[in-house]
């Protein structure tokens, strides 16, 4: 009952979209009516307000950080296995991948696994998120950058915390951020990805 519970939580917790809230704050066309029509950060910022970017971003990730962490707690309050943190993160993962409240379409779940792997070891998170800034300066691509941080995310936690539980979690949440990333991984394959901060025609 415990655990059911909790991933219901998780997911319905994922589901929340702080792209179309933002959005909606600051008065700014649907995030999934222009650019890549996914309900992101990244996108939200090609609408020109960076504040909104920021919103989203945080609010993305904090989702991420706060379903496991609770998810710790809880686990460790009633005595449950470190399996059930892993379905946790999975779980609030899949609902921003695909949302209830959004019809099940959803963004491409950078920011939320960023605040998922920050949530599960800070030390993980970080390696991930440094990562993802060096590619993303270098480059200017946020799809790029995303794709090198999922790539290596299952190696550092292999470094990090050896086989287990959370690597095989970690690896399903990297698959899905390819997946999720198909259309950019074409345009990156022909040169057309838009990069950061880059405006699109709303």
Known sequence: MEIGLMLLVAYLLGSISFAVIASW????????????????????????????????????????????????????????????????????FLGHLFPIFLDFKGG???????????????????????????????????????????????IYAYILFGPGINVWAITMISLLLFWRHKPNIINLAAGRETRIGEKSKL
Do not use: C, H
Not at 32 to 43: E, F, Q
């Open 25 to 92: 704050l600051f008065k700014l066309p649907d995030p999934r009516t222009y650019g890549s029509k996914n309900p992101g950060a990244t996108n939200v910022l090609r609408s020109g307000k960076k504040v909104a970017a920021v919103l989203t971003l945080l609010g993305d990730a904090g989702k991420g950080w706060l379903a496991v962490i609770l998810a710790k707690y809880f686990s460790f309050a009633w005595e449950l296995g470190s399996e059930v943190i892993a379905g946790v993160a999975l779980a609030v």
């Open 108 to 154: 491409k779940g950078v920011a939320t696994s960023a605040g998922v792997l920050l949530g599960l070891d800070l030390w993980l998170g970080g390696a991930v998120m440094l990562t993802w800034a060096l590619v993303a300066i270098i480059w200017r691509v946020s799809s790029l950058a995303a794709l090198v941080a999922a790539l290596l995310a299952p």
